[in-house]
Structure formats: C-alpha cells, structure tokens
T-cell receptor, first 116, second 112 residues
Framework: DAGVIQSPRHEVTEMGQEVTLRCKPISGHNSLFWYRQTMMRGLELLIYFNNNVPIDDSGMPEDRFSAKMPNASFSTLKIQPSEPRDSAVYFC??????????????FGPGTRLTVL | GEDVEQSLFLSVREGDSSVINCTYTDSSSTYLYWYKQEPGAGLQLLTYIFSNMDMKQDQRLTVLLNKKDKHLSLRIADTQTGDSAIYFCAESTPNRDDKIIFGKGTRLHILP
C-alpha cells in the first residue's frame, strides 16, 4: 500500500490567493483527519470525517477554511483567501474505525504551505 | 476538557537513556500512544498502551502509565542519533470515534 498520499508537498502562494490541499487516504480506511502543525501551536486537529461525513470541524480556524470529502478516496482542504498566518505544515491522516484494539492513525508526508 | 501536556524539548547524550513525560486530563482515556515524527515526515505510531496496563516494554522502549496521576512516560534505552525526532504523547477514548488527542510534542535532541 502506498500509504496516505498528499499533494502538493510544497506550496508557495501570495496572500489572498486560494489554496487547495489534496489527500488520498489508505484504501479501506473510513476515517480521515486534517491537522495543521506550527512551531507555535504544535499539532492542531482541524476537521475529521467518518464515512465521508464531517464529524467535528471545531478546529477549523475560520470561514476561510473549508474541507470536503466527496468520496472515500479523496479529500480536499481549501483556504480562500490565504493569509501569511496560514503558513504551516498540513497533514492528512486516515484510520480504520473499529479495529478492535486501538486506533492507529496513518499520516501522510504533509504539505508545507508558505503564504507570502 | 481533553488535554495532553508534555515538555517541548529534551537533550540527551548518545548512549544514555531518554525519558519523555506526559500528563493528560481525560480520566476515561482508554489507549495512550507515543507517536514519532522524523524530520520532514508525518507522525508514525511508535507504541501504545491500554489503560489497564501499567507498563509495556518493546526492545529499547519502555512505556509507564500511572493512571491515578494521569501520567505517561516513554523511556528509550541506549539513545542513538536515529532517535532524534519529535515524540507525541496521545490518548483516545471509545466515545470519541477515532479522534485522538495529541500533545504538542517533545523534540529529542541527541548530544554526541
């Protein structure tokens, strides 16, 4: 299995532009998570989906952020308009609910976003 | 609410033992985890412990859980340069679907 796939790996954009981050979870996994990591705030959960349905989006910082999961194999995180304070590494992770013994989240390599 | 706290930095000499500590607030936590993040990569599960256990050993790794004090620790014996990474403490409970609460991570720096 290729693991969780994220694209792009690096994104540099100018303030005000729209940014779309993409994630392909591990095949068969039914939960998907978007995280943001910065030096100041560490790892923050933005939103998570179960069976393609958003379960908790309380971590989404503001209305400029939106996430979708149109099917079990694809999710997007969109920032519109982007601001310099959105610069961070964004991780997507997936897991299989009901594994029985414990929940292991599998993380993608991350997208490093720089907003100038 | 749910919270996981850990120190941000730890420096250890190569060959010594590293001990990374963590506290959590949710008394209903069922599983406690240690994830490892190497430079430029995502997090990867290192080990986990069920809440009814107080110790788990796996080669150079020893996890200790004090459920009464809600304290978790990770001991790495004979620390090597390859252990240099960020270590995240995390916990989950059955009533939170698959949501895992992560700490901010402890950056382990290995001194020669």
């Amino acid at each position: 299995d290729a693991g969780v796939i994220q694209s792009p790996r690096h994104e540099v954009t100018e303030m005000g532009q729209e940014v779309t981050l993409r994630c392909k979870p591990i095949s068969g996994h039914n939960s998907l998570f978007w995280y943001r990591q910065t030096m100041m705030r560490g790892l923050e959960l933005l939103i998570y989906f179960n069976n393609n349905v958003p379960i908790d989006d309380s971590g989404m910082p503001e209305d400029r952020f939106s996430a979708k999961m149109p099917n079990a194999s694809f999710s997007t995180l969109k920032i519109q308009p982007s601001e310099p304070r959105d610069s961070a590494v964004y991780f997507c992770a997936s897991s299989l609910e009901g594994q029985g013994i414990y929940n292991e989240q599998f993380f993608g390599p991350g997208t490093r976003l720089t907003v100038l | 609410g749910e919270d996981v706290e850990q120190s941000l930095f730890l420096s250890v000499r190569e060959g010594d033992s590293s001990v990374i500590n963590c506290t959590y607030t949710d008394s209903s936590s069922t599983y406690l985890y240690w994830y490892k993040q190497e430079p430029g990569a995502g997090l990867q599960l290192l080990t986990y412990i069920f809440s009814n256990m107080d110790m788990k050993q796996d080669q150079r790794l020893t996890v200790l859980l004090n459920k009464k004090d809600k304290h978790l620790s990770l001991r790495i014996a004979d620390t090597q340069t390859g252990d240099s990474a960020i270590y995240f403490c995390a916990e989950s409970t059955p009533n939170r679907d698959d949501k895992i609460i992560f700490g901010k991570g402890t950056r382990l720096h290995i001194l020669p």
